[in-house]
């Protein structure tokens, strides 16, 4: 398996556009999870996916963040409008039932510079 | 309640052996973890220990677990600059699903 599959890995984009981050989780894998990392706040949840279905979005900053499931293989996260402040590297990783795995597998990351 | 601390930062020699301690709070935790992230990369996890062990080994990494101090250790022997990198410890409970819950991380600079 290749792992967990961030696109881009690099984005630049300027304040108020929006941005939209892509993951591919491990096959097989049934629970999704979006992270933040900053110096100031370390690793944040911001929400999470099980069998597709969001269940915890208690972590997502605000109404501008928006993250989709549609499919096992397939999840977005959306920022609309982006702001300088959003400027982090955000990470998916993606486990299944523990005794099959064991903690997570984290993707290369997605870092978002907003100017 | 979940917390993990860890301290932030841990500096020494090459060729010398690193411990990189973590406290926890939940006592029904049932794995520990240390993820490794290299610079510009995401978190690898790097072993685990099952909460009703003691003490787990793997090649050059030593994990200590005081569960009655709910204390955590990784030691790393005869470290190498390639060690460079910041480490996470995190816990996990039972119950639905693998919730694991991270420390801030503690980078560990190996100095030539």
């Known amino acids: 398996d290749a792992g967990v599959i961030q696109s881009p890995r690099h984005e630049v984009t300027e304040m108020g556009q929006e941005v939209t981050l892509r993951c591919k989780p491990i096959?097989?894998?049934?629970?999704l999870f979006w992270y933040r990392q900053t110096m100031m706040r370390g690793l944040e949840l911001l929400i999470y996916f099980n069998n597709n279905v969001p269940i915890d979005d208690s972590g997502m900053p605000e109404d501008r963040f928006s993250a989709k499931m549609p499919n096992a293989s397939f999840s977005t996260l959306k920022i609309q409008p982006s702001e300088p402040r959003d400027s982090a590297v955000y990470f998916c990783a993606s486990s299944g039932p523990l005794g099959e795995t064991y903690g997570y597998t984290f993707g290369s990351g997605t870092r978002l510079t907003v100017v | 309640g979940e917390d993990v601390e860890q301290s932030l930062f841990l500096s020494v020699r090459e060729g010398d052996s690193s411990v990189i301690n973590c406290t926890y709070t939940d006592s029904s935790s049932t794995y520990l973890y240390w993820y490794k992230q290299e610079p510009g990369a995401g978190l690898q996890l790097l072993t685990y220990?099952?909460?009703?062990?003691d003490m787990k080994q793997d090649q050059r990494l030593t994990v200590l677990l005081n569960k009655k101090d709910k204390h955590l250790s990784l030691r790393i022997a005869d470290t190498q600059t390639g060690d460079s990198a910041i480490y996470f410890c995190a816990e996990s409970f039972s119950g639905g699903y693998q919730k694991v819950t991270f420390g801030i991380g503690t980078k560990l600079q190996v100095i030539p």
């Open positions: 096959s097989g894998h049934d629970y």
């Open positions: 220990i099952f909460s009703n062990m």
